[in-house]
């Protein structure tokens, strides 16, 4: 039997419809692999992955986080907190992190409690869509009420973050119709953090408006408006598409790990240790691209000063030497030793987490209630084709009775 030459390539249609055995030869025949076709390096095993993340003086988030903006070598002159070193990323973070706190997180249990139920009290038990009746919508609809954003415009906004992120496949650089939805992502949130420092409101963009941040050079102490569109932009995105992906997928690892979901259903305080079952089994965030600033020597290979770098999460979280059976979902998982890097790892750990962690365990505790017993049309599944980002588009269910 002659075994296939081995090849990764984040733009393909093998990748896309998920890389798992992929990346199980990726991290046994090239830890560091090299991709001739698209000149960029890639780290697949967990030690390497989270190595990578804590040393951002090696690994660069400045020139972006995906393969065509990290290869051109221009610092963004828009940039959000995900595309910046310290110091500055430091002091951003620090603001965010002031009005994204615990406490906030939590006051939004019975918002986000409520769009979950609105939208799934309205779909069809004998058939729905699993993603696009329920997931892809109530996300966007919470972190944009977060956000401030009126309810007449949440669709649009949800529309252009989809129109951002979608990828054809071998496509690399952003299509015209995505770089349009950037730039009119860009001016909504810019206008809405205008709007709002001239008029506050209990939000977060109005929040953010109001703190203060500590800088380096001689910018005014506040954020401006450009920069609060920037970290919008991100958290809507981000925030949406983690939890819209995440419980379209839970869809599909419980029909193929039933006895899963009866644990669930028997000791439902398992809940937030499905969700991190989950994050790990089929991580959204598949990988994040850095830029190399110097040689660096890992497994007999030099990866140069200059270089994109791929950091698969998505494989990391497979890796069998840091996850024991780790292509099995195990709710009751010993998570003591390892964490998952589903939200990244270090000072680029995700903002968003405790959020999405919420949204989603509520999510799955109403989801118990509506379908104990449920099928998935498995051949009808059909998978996203986007930048960073994995999941499904399609998830056709059926609740049994």
Request: hydrophobic letters at 40%; proline letters at 6%.
């Amino acid at each position: 039997m002659t075994i296939a030459e081995l090849e990764f390539d984040p733009f393909s249609q093998e990748f896309f419809d998920g890389a798992y055995d992929l990346y199980a030869r990726m991290r046994e025949e090239a830890p560091v692999y090299y991709s001739e076709k698209y000149d960029f390096y890639a780290l697949s095993r967990y030690t390497d992955v989270a190595a990578a993340y804590r040393d951002f003086s090696t690994y660069s988030s400045a020139r972006g986080i995906d393969l065509a903006t990290v290869r051109r070598g221009e610092v963004p002159p828009h940039r959000s907190i995900i595309v910046m070193d310290p110091p500055e990323h430091r002091h951003v973070r620090g603001i965010v992190s002031k009005v994204f706190t615990p406490r906030a997180i939590a006051e939004l249990r019975p918002m986000a409690s409520d769009q979950i139920d609105r939208f799934l009290s309205a779909v069809d038990p004998a058939g729905f869509d699993l993603v696009q009746d329920f997931s892809a919508l109530f996300p966007i609809e919470i972190i944009s009420r977060m956000l401030g954003v009126p309810e007449a415009e949440r669709t649009q906004v949800r529309l252009w973050t989809d129109e951002l992120l979608h990828r054809e496949v071998g496509q690399i650089e952003m299509s015209e119709v995505g770089f349009n939805a950037v730039v009119e992502i860009s001016r909504y949130y810019y206008a809405l953090a205008k709007a709002r420092r001239a008029d506050p409101q209990d939000d977060m963009i109005s929040r953010l408006v109001q703190a203060e941040i500590e800088r380096d050079d001689d910018q005014p102490p506040t954020l401006s408006n450009m920069e609060i569109a920037m970290f919008a932009a991100l958290l809507g995105g981000a925030g949406a598409e983690t939890v819209a992906k995440l419980i379209g997928g839970a869809g599909v690892a419980f029909a193929r790990f039933p006895d899963q979901w009866e644990k669930l259903q028997q000791d439902r305080s398992k809940i937030p240790d499905a969700v991190e079952e989950l994050l790990r089994y089929e991580s959204p965030n598949q990988y994040n691209v850095r830029y190399s600033m110097k040689d660096v020597r890992l497994h007999g290979v030099t990866i140069p000063a200059g270089k994109p770098v791929f950091l698969l999460l998505g494989s990391a979280n497979r890796d069998p030497e840091a996850f024991p059976d780790a292509h099995v979902l195990d709710i009751d998982r010993d998570r003591s030793q390892v964490p998952s890097l589903a939200f990244g790892y270090g000072i680029h750990s995700c903002l968003g987490a405790a959020l999405a962690r919420l949204e989603s365990s509520i999510a799955l505790n109403r989801l118990l209630d509506f379908m104990p017993r449920f099928e998935v049309d498995l051949d009808r599944c059909t998978r996203v084709t986007m930048q960073n980002v994995a999941g499904y588009n399609n998830v056709p269910v059926r609740v049994l009775r």
